[in-house]
T-cell receptor
Framework: LAKTTQPISMDSYEGQEVNITCSHNNIATNDYITWYQQFPSQGPRFIIQGYKTKVTNEVASLFIPADRKSSTLSLPRVSLSDTAVYYCLVGDTGGGNKLTFGTGTQLKVEL | DGGITQSPKYLFRKEGQNVTLSCEQN?????MYWYRQDPGQGLRLIYY???????QKGDIAEGYSVSREKKESFPLTVTSAQKNPTAFYLC??????????FGPGTRLTVT
């Protein structure tokens, strides 16, 4: 099981770019990296997923270096509504589809 | 309208009583999951099922039980053996590679 490490919290201001880095030193060859966003009292929502290099969608970008031991979620021009907890997940290589969430990063965006 | 439904949204029970939380999905996903979330904490995996009539324990299965008799349904029973059952419970199903879809959650309070 590839364990992930993220900062506990981050602060930003509206209009800024926010980069949240996740470390996953034990990532396996077949593992994908997935990021989720969670608002209070709601279930997490899928944001983006990648295997290597860079992935971009309408919400965020995901940067993965060649060694894949870390990944960075980039949120361009954040707004107050981006205040949430962000989770980085790496697929379990122990067989099957067991997915374990870490403690996540609490992002707070202010005016 | 596809998605995952959990009911009820809020549930109150007396200590010593078993209680069953409902989770239904119409996304035609094989894999389903139950997580528990305590205030200010991340999600912890209780049970997961990759296919009908099969399920595996997650990281905190003690005091919980599940069944998977139908593809669409994955109910969770919180038994009286669970020492600290008050929490926010989230059900999810998985489509694609590790892309989980979450329900709105059930907040269980046991007094």
């Amino acid at each position: 099981l590839a364990k992930t490490t993220q900062p506990i919290s981050m602060d930003s201001y509206e209009g800024q770019e926010v980069n949240i880095t996740c470390s996953h030193n034990n990532i396996a060859t077949n593992d994908y990296i997935t990021w989720y966003q969670q608002f209070p009292s709601q279930g997490p929502r899928f944001i983006i997923q990648g295997y290597k290099t860079k992935v971009t969608n309408e919400v965020a970008s995901l940067f993965i270096p060649a060694d894949r031991k870390s990944s960075t979620l980039s949120l361009p021009r954040v707004s107050l509504s981006d205040t949430a907890v962000y989770y980085c997940l790496v697929g379990d290589t122990g067989g099957g589809n067991k997915l374990t969430f870490g403690t996540g990063t609490q992002l707070k965006v202010e005016l | 309208d596809g998605g995952i439904t959990q009911s009820p949204k809020y549930l109150f029970r007396k200590e010593g009583q078993n209680v069953t939380l409902s989770c239904e999905q119409n996304l035609n996903h094989d894999a389903m999951y139950w997580y528990r979330q305590d205030p200010g904490q991340g999600l912890r995996l209780i049970y997961y099922s990759q296919i009908v009539n099969d399920f595996q324990k997650g990281d905190i299965a003690e005091g919980y039980s599940v069944s998977r008799e139908k593809k669409e349904s994955f109910p969770l029973t919180v038994t009286s053996a669970q020492k600290n059952p008050t929490a926010f419970y989230l059900c999810a199903s998985m489509g694609g590679i590790h892309e989980q879809y979450f329900g709105p959650g059930t907040r269980l309070t046991v007094t």
